[in-house]
C-alpha cells in the first residue's frame, strides 16, 4: 500500500482535497489541530446559539465549487437568503451597494450634487498617486464619496491612513466595482427585464445568496462525516509538528495529540496551514533566508462579541458597517438575519465585530470586559439599550486576514520557491495556506487543483483568485470601508508595531 496523502487542516481546504482524493480511491488523513471543522468557515455553538466568524455567504462564480457544496449538503439544508447590509454613517442608514435614491436622500440633493461634481472632477483630474488605496478608490467613486463612505470605515479597521494602504488590495478587490456599475447594473437588468445575469456580477451586487441552514460550519462536519464514512481519517485535537524531508521530497509528518507524538508516513503532503507555520516545521530546517521570509509575514485577527437580544430589537440586515468614530466596533452582525436556525427562544444575536491583533489590549481584555464594551457600545449608537442584552459570548480567531503588506510577494514568493524546489510534493493550499485573501471558494478551488495537480495535471494553483481565467471580479463583500465587508484586510504598509490596536 503506498503512503496515504496527508492534509494538515480541517477547515474548507483541507476538508475539500480529502474528499476529492477519499472519492478517487486514495484515502487520506487529515489532521486538525482544533476540537472543531471548518477552520475560519467554522460555526461556533455556545448555549445553543451558532454564530460565524464574520458571516459566510456561500456565492461562487466557480463551477466545481457550487457543485460540491451541493454534493456534500442536500437541497433542504440550504436557504436563499436575501442579502441586506447598510452603513450607518452620521446617524443615517445608507444603503449598500450604495443605491442612488437612498444615497441622494440621506445626503440631501446638495452634497449628492457635490459628490456628482467631484466624481465627474476625478475623470478630469485623477488623483496622482493610484498605487495607494485612497487613490484607487478615489478614482473610481470621486473625493466626496471616498470621504463619505470609505475613509472612515478603512482607518477605523486598519487604524492606518488609506493613502499609506496599497492600491493592490483595491485592484483585487474593488475590481470591476465603481459608481458607474453600482448605479448601471440594477438599472440595465431591470430595463433588460431579467434577474440579473450571475456570471456578469461583480459580488457586491449580490442580491441573495445561499446559507446553510445551521451555519457554514454545517457544510464542513457534514464533509468530514463523508470523508470518514468512505474510509478517509479525520484525526481531530492532532497537530502537524514536523514535516520531514529527505533527498528532495516529504517523506512523513510528525502530529501530537495530547502527550502522544506520531510520525506518519506520506506520499504527499497538502497543507492549509499558516504558510509560515509551515516553513518552520520542516525537517531538517529551511534555510535563514526562507525562515526570515516566514517571520516576516504578518495577519490581522478579529474578534466577535456575541450579544443575545430580543428579536424585535435586531434589524433586518444581514450586516450593518459602523462608521461613527466614536465606537471601536467596526461591523454588527444579525445572525438572526442570516438564518432563524441560528438563534432560539424569540430572541437573536447579534455579533459586535472588533479587528484587532493579537495580544493587543482589546484581545487581551477579559470576556466579561468584552461583553461590557460590546453592550455599551451597542447603546451609544443607539441601536439596542444595555438592559435588553441578556447574555454574550467572545470568539476570538488568531489569523483571520493574511497581511498584505509592501514585501508580502517577495516573502511568500521566497517560501513557495524552497518547497518547490525542495520538497515539491508538499502543497500550500487555501487561505492562510499561501497567504492569500482566498475566500472558501478560492480556498476550495486551490484544494481541488492540487488534488488534480497529485494526479498529473499541470495547474498554476497560485493563478486562482488572480488570472481572469479564475477570477470572480469580486468587488464585494464589501464594504463601505473597504469596497467589501471588512472581512479582507488592505496592504498594510510596512509597520505593524506602530500601527497598535486599529480598532481603538
Ligand atoms: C470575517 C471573515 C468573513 C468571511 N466571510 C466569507 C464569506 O462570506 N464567504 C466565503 O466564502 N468566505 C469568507 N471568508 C473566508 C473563509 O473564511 C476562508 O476563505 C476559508 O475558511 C479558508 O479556508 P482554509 O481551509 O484555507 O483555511 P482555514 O479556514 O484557516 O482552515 C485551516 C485549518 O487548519 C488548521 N491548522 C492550522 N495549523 C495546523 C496544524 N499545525 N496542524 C493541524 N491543523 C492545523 C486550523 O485549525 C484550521 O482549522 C471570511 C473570512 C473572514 C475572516
Not at 90 to 112: F, M, R, T
Not at 128 to 137: P, R, S, V
Not at 248 to 277: K, Q, W, Y
Amino acid at each position: 500500500m503506498p503512503a496515504p496523502v496527508i492534509v494538515i487542516g480541517g477547515g474548507p481546504a483541507g476538508l475539500t482535497a480529502a474528499y476529492k482524493l477519499v472519492v478517487a480511491g486514495e484515502p487520506p488523513v487529515v489532521v486538525e489541530e482544533d476540537s472543531v471543522v471548518g477552520g475560519i468557515s467554522r460555526t461556533v455553538v455556545r448555549d445553543g446559539w451558532r454564530f460565524d466568524i464574520g458571516g459566510h455567504r456561500f456565492f461562487t462564480k466557480v463551477k466545481p465549487v457550487e457543485e460540491f457544496w451541493h454534493e456534500i449538503l442536500p437541497p433542504e439544508d440550504f436557504l436563499l437568503r436575501p442579502r441586506m447590509s447598510r452603513i450607518f454613517y452620521g446617524g443615517k442608514y445608507y444603503d449598500y451597494p450604495i443605491k442612488l435614491g437612498n444615497a441622494l436622500s440621506n445626503l440631501g440633493v446638495v452634497e449628492a450634487f457635490r459628490c456628482g461634481l467631484s466624481f465627474l472632477w476625478v475623470r478630469i483630474r485623477p488623483p496622482k498617486d493610484l498605487t495607494t488605496l485612497e487613490g484607487y478608490i478615489v478614482s473610481n467613486y470621486g473625493w466626496r464619496l471616498f470621504d463619505h463612505f470609505f475613509k472612515t470605515y478603512n482607518e477605523k479597521v486598519w487604524g492606518v491612513p488609506a493613502s499609506e494602504l496599497s492600491a493592490d488590495w483595491g485592484a483585487q478587490r474593488i475590481k470591476g466595482m465603481s459608481l458607474w456599475n453600482a448605479v448601471w447594473e440594477p438599472v440595465r437588468s431591470s430595463l433588460a427585464g431579467k434577474r440579473q445575469d450571475k456570471s456578469k456580477l461583480v459580488t457586491s451586487l449580490i442580491e441573495e445568496f445561499e446559507y446553510p441552514k445551521y451555519g457554514p460550519g454545517m457544510m464542513w462536519e457534514r464533509c468530514a462525516e463523508k470523508i470518514t464514512d468512505l474510509g478517509g481519517s479525520v484525526r481531530m485535537e492532532t497537530k502537524a509538528t514536523t514535516v520531514h524531508v529527505e533527498n528532495g521530497a516529504a517523506v512523513a509528518v510528525t502530529v501530537s495529540c495530547g502527550d502522544t507524538e506520531e510520525r506518519l508516513t506520506a506520499s504527499h503532503v497538502i497543507s492549509s496551514m499558516p504558510f509560515t507555520a509551515l516553513a518552520r516545521i520542516v525537517d531538517p530546517p529551511v534555510p535563514e533566508k526562507v525562515l526570515r521570509a516566514a517571520d516576516d509575514l504578518h495577519y490581522r485577527d478579529f474578534l466577535t462579541v456575541a450579544l443575545v437580544v430580543p428579536e424585535d430589537r435586531g434589524f433586518p440586515d444581514n450586516w450593518i458597517y459602523i462608521h461613527s468614530p466614536d465606537v471601536l466596533v467596526g461591523r454588527i452582525q444579525n445572525f438572526g438575519s442570516w438564518s432563524p436556525y441560528l438563534v432560539k427562544d424569540g430572541r437573536t444575536c447579534l455579533g459586535m465585530e472588533y479587528f484587532v491583533f493579537e495580544g493587543d489590549d482589546l484581545w487581551s481584555c477579559s470576556d466579561e470586559d468584552l461583553v461590557a464594551l460590546g453592550t455599551k457600545e451597542l447603546a451609544a449608537i443607539g441601536l439596542v439599550e444595555a438592559s435588553d442584552v441578556e447574555a454574550g459570548y467572545v470568539v476570538r480567531m488568531p489569523k483571520a486576514y493574511p497581511v498584505y503588506d509592501d514585501v508580502y510577494r517577495q516573502n511568500v514568493e521566497v517560501i513557495r520557491k524552497w518547497f518547490e524546489q525542495y520538497a515539491p510534493n508538499v502543497h500550500p493550499v487555501g487561505r492562510n495556506g499561501m497567504h492569500k485573501y482566498n475566500n472558501q471558494d478560492h480556498s476550495m478551488y486551490t484544494a481541488m487543483l492540487t488534488v488534480e495537480n497529485i494526479h498529473g495535471a499541470h495547474h498554476d494553483i497560485w493563478s486562482v483568485n488572480v488570472e481572469e481565467e479564475y477570477h470572480e471580479v469580486d468587488a464585494d463583500q464589501g464594504g463601505p470601508g473597504t469596497g467589501r465587508t471588512g472581512r479582507d484586510a488592505p496592504i498594510m504598509p510596512r509597520r505593524t508595531s506602530e500601527v497598535g490596536n486599529v480598532a481603538g
